[in-house]
């Protein structure tokens, strides 16, 4: 009889025999993952919409569609999620036996493992924020895979606060900049149209129209959005009040494209930079200036230029002042800057040209039509 050659399969089997047949087969890595990657794509396109559902909080209108997705990734016969206001999603049929278990996790803050029972508490900065239950009749789901999926759950959560916070902040700068009518303007605009109303009434009857059209504008109650015709209004009312202050010495030229005047944009966008053009440009400096504001249709861009003749800057104080870094009582551009880079996109900033005493020029650049932004 023939002996079989060394490292032969008659070998691995004597070896698996010798080994009481627990012995595995070797493969290599590519061998070994194939046929996987499908599923764990489908885990992480899951763990994603999870998230999602996750971020207006436990008590949001998808929390039970998230707990519908924790109970596929657990393979659970049922997932509970409980908020602290007592709003309470079950995916799969829930155990009356659960309600007690919540209150006790609420109570201590604590784990608890009550079989077919496992409790989480869901924390976000170390405060307590919900309760997450699982059911596992069979015990096939383990305390530490419960555990991992508390952890991102608390992490989306925390998420969604952010976000939460964020669009807050948004909302709460642009109240500010409503609010943000320079005390002395008000009060130099209403010398001035004091000082008409026996020699000029006309003028000054023009100018309180003028008056009362911008801090309409810059105060009342609007969405997030407004066009660029609203925007171009509420400058002119805003430089004819400034021209009767400043009088010879300020010089305007506007100049608009009808085909970019309904284009939407962030309301209180272009004011801020024809302010800070007159404030920082023109009145430091004795001699008149110019401020000309253009817009004009770019191929699919809107483009509005905000131009000074006036006493300019250092370009590395402008990007200092872009980056929200300068002098707190001129942030500005800054506010504009970044209120167009979260509603556009990074490549959609303020691009600022300035020297010392050669004026400056303030470029806005936006899309004439993006989904989601709508004049209201």
Same mark, same amino acid.
């Given at each position: 009889?023939?002996?079989?050659?060394?490292?032969?399969?008659?070998?691995?089997?004597a070896?698996?025999?010798?080994?009481?047949g627990s012995?595995r087969?070797?493969w290599?890595?590519?061998r070994?993952?194939?046929?996987?990657?499908?599923?764990?794509?489908e885990?992480?396109?899951?763990?994603r919409?999870?998230?999602a559902?996750?971020?207006e909080?436990?008590?949001g209108?998808?929390?039970?569609?998230?707990?519908?997705g924790?109970?596929?990734?657990?393979?659970?016969?049922?997932v509970?999620l409980?908020a602290?206001?007592?709003?309470?999603?079950w995916?799969? +049929?829930?155990?009356?036996?659960?309600?007690?278990?919540?209150?006790?996790?609420?109570?201590?803050?604590?784990?608890?493992?009550?079989p077919?029972f496992?409790?989480?508490?869901?924390?976000?900065?170390?405060?307590?924020?919900?309760?997450?239950?699982?059911?596992?009749?069979?015990?096939?789901?383990?305390?530490?895979?419960?555990?991992?999926v508390?952890?991102?759950?608390?992490y989306?959560?925390e998420?969604?606060?952010?976000?939460?916070s964020?669009?807050?902040?948004?909302?709460?700068?642009?109240?500010a900049l409503?609010?943000?009518?320079?005390?002395?303007?008000?009060?130099?605009?209403?010398?001035?149209?004091?000082?008409?109303?026996?020699?000029?009434p006309?003028?000054?009857?023009d100018?309180?129209?003028?008056?009362?059209?911008?801090?309409?504008?810059?105060?009342?109650? +609007?969405?997030?959005?407004?066009?660029v015709?609203?925007?171009?209004?509420?400058?002119?009312?805003y430089?004819?009040?400034?021209?009767?202050?400043?009088?010879?010495?300020?010089?305007?030229?506007?100049?608009?494209?009808?085909e970019v005047?309904?284009?939407?944009?962030?309301?209180?966008?272009l004011?801020p930079?024809?302010e800070?053009?007159?404030?920082h440009?023109?009145?430091?400096?004795?001699e008149?200036g110019?401020?000309?504001?253009?817009?004009e249709?770019?191929?699919?861009e809107?483009?509005?230029?905000?131009?000074?003749?006036?006493?300019?800057?250092?370009?590395?104080?402008?990007?200092?002042?872009?980056?929200?870094?300068?002098?707190?009582n001129?942030?500005g551009?800054?506010n504009?800057?970044r209120?167009?880079?979260?509603?556009?996109g990074?490549y959609?900033?303020?691009m600022?040209?300035?020297?010392?005493?050669?004026?400056?020029?303030?470029?806005?650049?936006v899309?004439r039509?993006?989904?989601?932004?709508?004049?209201?």
């Amino acid at each position: 009889m023939a002996a079989a050659p060394a490292g032969s399969a008659a070998d691995g089997a004597a070896d698996d025999a010798a080994c009481g047949g627990s012995r595995r087969r070797w493969w290599p890595p590519w061998r070994r993952w194939r046929g996987r990657e499908p599923l764990s794509i489908e885990t992480l396109a899951l763990g994603r919409r999870i998230a999602a559902d996750l971020t207006e909080g436990l008590a949001g209108p998808r929390a039970r569609s998230a707990a519908r997705g924790i109970r596929r990734v657990l393979a659970a016969d049922a997932v509970g999620l409980a908020a602290l206001s007592g709003s309470m999603v079950w995916a799969g +049929h829930p155990l009356p036996e659960a309600a007690q278990l919540i209150e006790d996790v609420m109570r201590t803050e604590s784990v608890a493992v009550l079989p077919p029972f496992i409790a989480e508490p869901l924390q976000v900065n170390d405060e307590l924020v919900g309760v997450l239950v699982v059911t596992s009749v069979d015990g096939t789901v383990s305390q530490p895979a419960v555990r991992e999926v508390a952890l991102w759950v608390a992490y989306a959560l925390e998420r969604g606060r952010l976000e939460s916070s964020a669009d807050i902040a948004a909302q709460a700068e642009l109240r500010a900049l409503r609010a943000e009518i320079s005390p002395h303007f008000v009060y130099n605009a209403l010398t001035v149209i004091a000082s008409f109303v026996r020699s000029d009434p006309d003028r000054a009857r023009d100018l309180m129209l003028d008056f009362a059209d911008y801090t309409r504008y810059s105060l009342a109650r +609007h969405g997030d959005y407004t066009t660029v015709a609203d925007e171009f209004r509420a400058i002119e009312a805003y430089l004819a009040l400034q021209r009767a202050v400043l009088g010879e010495r300020l010089r305007v030229q506007i100049r608009v494209a009808p085909e970019v005047l309904a284009v939407a944009v962030p309301y209180l966008v272009l004011q801020p930079l024809v302010e800070n053009a007159i404030r920082h440009g023109i009145e430091p400096r004795p001699e008149p200036g110019l401020v000309q504001v253009h817009g004009e249709a770019v191929g699919t861009e809107c483009v509005i230029s905000v131009e000074d003749d006036g006493v300019g800057m250092d370009p590395e104080l402008a990007v200092t002042l872009l980056s929200g870094h300068g002098d707190p009582n001129c942030v500005g551009l800054a506010n504009v800057d970044r209120r167009l880079r979260s509603v556009y996109g990074p490549y959609y900033g303020l691009m600022v040209e300035t020297a010392q005493a050669a004026g400056t020029r303030v470029i806005v650049r936006v899309p004439r039509f993006q989904p989601g932004v709508v004049a209201s």
